[in-house]
């Protein structure tokens, strides 16, 4: 059969399933992601009785550690996952084929998403058991819906890194883009207890904007206007990153 015959739809499918398997032929690449969500909740916020036992400050914890094991996920599996693509042989072989980059490109997209909901599953629970944490059924679809548009922007970011850095340079890239980002996001601590000056700056930044409208979807707490232009402002800019680091990737490696 020739590449002309086979539809996008089935090359990108043919793509998740390798991807997919790839990925849980390495147990502990997926057993991270279940876990340090989990344990970060286990250990800040059940034990704290203010925070636990009230339903909306205890369900904006859920979705800011939710956010960050995607944020998490999204940049580890793309920006040190795609850099150690590129350095098998097997890869420039692929991205040679006339199938051409967009089956595989939204195939990790889609790959990265189904992670990333595995990543929430524990920690919806412990928010469930030990919590006062409560959502309705509209609420948890639209939550989960809210998160899946809300890590394009890490999975583009992701993907710049992995396209324009080696995978020793690509890791100590990811964690230091990773830690102050989800700081500065307000996951690990409310935005309310931010100085003025760095609630400022944390409005602009990516995380901040996808959690507060995962609040909003959440819990009904309006988010601030400036949420979705900020978000899709800066999944514009990391998509244009991604395409320019892959086009020169490509430029450098083979033509």
């Given at each position: ?20 398997l790839e990925t849980v032929r390495i147990p502990i690449a997926v057993l991270g992601n279940l876990l340090f969500p989990a344990l ?24 800011g550690l939710g956010l960050f094991a995607v944020m998490s996920a999204s940049l580890f599996t793309y920006g040190l996952g795609v ?113 003025a000056w760095l609630d400022a700056v944390s409005l602009a930044t990516p995380t901040r904007a996808a959690r507060d409208v995962l ?41």
């Open positions: 059969m020739s590449a002309a015959t086979v539809s996008p739809v089935r090359l990108t499918w043919l793509h998740l399933r390798y991807q997919f970060s909740m286990f250990f800040f916020v059940v034990p704290q009785e203010q925070v636990a036992r009230n339903p909306v400050v205890a369900t904006m914890a859920v979705a850099a150690e693509d590129r350095q098998l042989p097997f890869d420039p072989f692929v991205r040679s084929l006339p199938a051409g980059p967009g089956p595989r490109m939204v195939a990790r997209i889609g790959n990265g998403a189904i992670f990333s909901l595995f990543g929430l599953v524990p920690l919806v629970l412990i928010g469930w058991l030990f919590t006062d944490a409560r959502v309705t059924a509209v609420q948890l679809v639209a939550g989960v819906g809210t998160i899946l548009v809300a890590s394009v922007p890490f999975v583009l970011l992701g993907m710049a890194v992995g396209y324009s850095l080696s995978a020793k340079a690509a890791l100590p890239v990811v964690q230091v883009v990773l830690f102050p980002l989800a700081f500065g996001g307000g996951l690990f601590l409310p935005p309310t207890m931010f100085p609040v909003d979807a959440l819990t009904g707490v309006g988010a601030p206007g400036t949420a979705w232009p900020v978000l899709l402002g800066w999944t514009a800019l990391f998509a244009a990153l991604a395409v320019a680091a892959y086009r020169r990737d490509e430029g450098r490696r083979f033509r």
